[in-house]
């Protein structure tokens, strides 16, 4: 299945492949871009390339599924004659129907429910939040990770003391020993604050 190119070339199509997969916030975009790049057997590397991200486990998987699955969808006979292979071999190598399809799905109903929790970001924080929040947010964000900083923002208002608790939370988590090393937020990270602040105004009531 695998066809074989320069180094070089090759370096390229991983660069492309992570640029695909790594960006959430823009994969639509960067399926556009990046596919247009690439023709003939190039075109095939990527391919194969992107599959190997759908065969790990997580929310990267499932971007790189529908990422594949909206390529082969929109690649013509043309295209496949160009990388020299036929669109039924393409289905077969990169599992369309038992693999990509249903976990396409998975992610554009995923993308549903995320896209709820956004908006109420949004309208807690702002607008931009997500690129205030850009250096600490995780690659993939979580569909649950999305709700639980969306109740706590309802809860917090202000995006600037918010974001100052979430780096501090990261710096102990990055300097504790033998703790995970996450540069990112961590789901326990929003939910340990959310328990802390409910724990004090209990206390509060329980005082008067």
Known sequence: ????????????????????????????????????????????????????????????????????????????????????????????????????????????????????????LTTAWSVDWEDKLEDIMPPFPAKKFLQVLAKYAEENSDISAATKYFKGRIDLHMHTKKTKKNPHLMLRDIADEAATKKSRQKGKKAAH
């Open 1 to 120: 299945m695998s066809i074989s190119l320069p180094s070089q070339q090759l370096t390229r199509i991983e660069n492309a492949t992570n640029r695909i997969v790594n960006n959430a916030r823009t994969l639509d975009a960067e399926i556009e871009t990046q596919w247009a790049k690439y023709k003939g057997p190039r075109r095939w590397a990527l391919m194969e390339k992107v599959f190997e991200h759908v065969q790990l486990k997580g929310e990267e998987s499932s971007h790189a599924a529908y990422a594949l699955k909206k390529h082969l969808d929109a690649c013509t006979d043309q295209d496949f004659q160009e990388m020299g292979k036929t669109r039924q071999e393409a289905e077969q190598a990169f599992q369309l129907l038992e693999t990509l399809t249903p976990m396409a799905t998975q992610h554009t109903q995923s993308e549903v429910r995320k896209a709820i929790s956004r908006g109420k």
